[in-house]
């Protein structure tokens, strides 16, 4: 590609991901902001006609580049949700609707000169930076259940019970030992109620702080395995949230990952390497 300012900006479009790294000028906080004004999206519009307009110029001499600007301006539309129905402004939906029109011939021109697997690894490096910082988020979370001294996604253990918050029989013990000593301060101390008294003080005294000491241990022990099944749980989840982003990979891989956690990572890991591969193949020539 020629080494001028437009050139390079269009080819940095086409190697970043989404939405980081894009669009080129305006802040991306900006463009995913609620209350994303009219002119940030004017400048979007914009800026994605000029780079569709580099884009043919690629149509006869490495079609493949013009194909990948159609899809991506695609994926960049639904990446920063931009919708006819959002523009107010009449000029701006006519604008709109050109654009679209302009995308939709360069990406039946571009696919009309190139291959199916051209078509397919092109469509795979767009989905691939569309999904770059799931991937990411993905692998972190296969090492981390790795780590935790998980082997596989699945089977999940049944899930034990939620720790109770106390003992039922703890009052019970309590109001006997309060009892006692009640009928110690009734009854006189030479008809019983001392050792009345002496009994309300061993039951809610020793006895319940033994059964308090255990009843803590107790919950402490089921909280802490609930816990443990929780972790599990969220990391069963995250790893087959994870496995689901390996895509386009040969069945049997597919298959093992879906299973033991190692593979799914090795898959994971072989992704960004893979774009790198793609980017070289098909944006390294001038």
């Not at 029109?101 to 571009?110: N, Y």
């Amino acid at each position: 590609m020629p080494a001028d300012s437009d050139h390079h900006d269009f080819l940095h479009y086409l190697m970043c991901d989404l939405p980081l790294g894009y669009p080129l000028k305006t802040p991306i906080t900006r463009l995913l902001a609620p209350t994303l004004t009219l002119s940030s999206r004017r400048e979007l519009l914009h800026q994605q006609s000029r780079f569709l307009d580099l884009a043919k110029q690629f149509l006869g001499t490495h079609p493949w580049i013009a194909y990948l600007a159609a899809i991506k301006h695609e994926a960049v539309l639904v990446t920063i949700p931009t919708y006819a129905s959002q523009l107010v402004d009449i000029v701006d939906q006519l604008f709109f609707r050109d654009l679209q029109q302009k995308c939709k011939e360069l990406r039946e021109a571009s696919r009309a000169a190139i291959d199916e697997a051209t078509t397919q690894n092109c469509d795979r490096l767009i989905l691939l930076q569309c999904e770059a910082a799931q991937i990411d988020d993905a692998t972190k979370n296969v090492s981390a259940a790795i780590q935790a001294g998980f082997t596989a996604v699945e089977p999940l253990p049944p899930p034990p019970p939620e720790p109770s918050p106390e003992d039922k029989s703890l009052p019970h013990f309590i109001v006997i030992g309060v009892a006692c000593l009640v009928i110690g301060a009734v009854i006189p101390p030479y008809a019983g109620g001392m050792a009345w008294g002496l009994a309300g003080l061993i039951v809610t005294g020793i006895f319940g702080a033994r059964v308090i000491k255990k009843e803590k241990a107790r919950i402490h022990a089921e909280g802490a395995k609930f816990k443990a099944y929780m972790i599990h749980e969220n990391y069963y989840a995250l790893c087959r949230k994870s496995v689901a982003l390996v895509l386009a990979l040969p069945f049997e891989t597919r298959k093992s990952a879906l299973v033991n956690l190692p593979p799914c990572l090795i898959a994971l890991k072989a992704l960004p390497p893979e774009r790198e591969a793609l980017e070289a193949m098909y944006l390294s020539a001038g």
